[in-house]
């Protein structure tokens, strides 16, 4: 059952008239409505795109938390049943610690200068927007990262199931190997002076804005190449699947 909460709905802070909704197992919460208590089964809590600050206790059900575009300068205890947690756009300096149950985490567009231990049933990592210096290893269920706009110096080892990497505006002068898996790298706007080997799968490379000499062989699959304001003075060899190609601002000898 699912319960929309309005702004002339004061139930939401009166334990006696909660008690009636116990059996909510998902609540929307919108209007900009505080509350102080959650029904004991819920599962899904929806309270995104209001002007809250805190959060009460989380009930040790809950398996969704999707608390973004508020103004929570920090986060409960996380429940160890949650697997996915949207807490983006809000003042978090720090997370707790995340439970071993969690899939999905985006924490973007906040102030974090750290994230605490990933889980290793992590799939999709969406830590951009903060002002991280490095990231915590990563678990080997990674599929999908995007960690741009922080102040990384850095990567630790990539999962061996990646697909979709996305770290441009940081400070990376090196790059650690690219997982077989690997479709979509955008690494753009950073201080790179060279690119490891790329896998037969990449159909997506933004490698624009740093410091590259030149590029690794391309992969067969390549549909989209960005490799414009570098110190590039040759390309290898295109494939026949490209479409696009940005190599503008480049000392080009031969093309």
Not at 68 to 89: E, I, R
Request: proline share 8%; with cysteine.
């Amino acid at each position: 059952m699912e319960r929309i909460w309005h702004n002339n709905d004061d139930m939401i802070n009166d334990m006696k008239n909660m008690e009636t909704f116990n059996q909510i197992t998902k609540l929307t919460v919108r209007g900009n409505i505080k509350f102080s208590i959650l029904p004991d089964k819920l599962t899904h809590l929806y309270c995104w795109g209001n002007q809250l600050f805190s959060l009460p206790t989380l009930p040790i059900t809950l398996t969704h938390l999707y608390c973004y575009c508020n103004q929570l300068v920090s986060l409960p205890d996380l429940p160890h049943t949650l697997t996915s947690l949207n807490c983006s756009n809000n003042q978090l300096i720090s997370l707790p610690d995340l439970p071993h149950t969690l899939t999905l985490l985006n924490c973007s567009n906040n102030q974090l200068i750290s994230l605490p231990d990933l889980p290793h049933t992590l799939t999709s990592l969406n830590c951009s927007n903060n002002q991280l210096i490095s990231l915590p290893d990563l678990p080997h269920t990674l599929t999908h990262i995007n960690c741009t706009h922080n102040q990384l110096v850095g990567l630790p080892d990539l999962s061996n199931t990646l697909t979709l990497l996305n770290c441009s505006n940081n400070k990376l002068a090196d790059f650690p190997t690219l997982p077989n898996t690997m479709t979509y790298l955008n690494c753009s706007n950073n201080k790179l002076e060279s690119l490891p080997t790329l896998p037969n799968t990449m159909t997506y490379l933004n490698c624009s804005n740093n410091k590259l000499a030149s590029l690794p062989n391309l992969s067969n699959t390549l549909f989209n190449l960005k490799c414009s304001n570098n110190k590039l003075t040759s390309l290898p060899k295109l494939p026949k699947t490209l479409k696009y190609l940005d190599c503008g601002n480049n000392p080009y000898n031969s093309h």
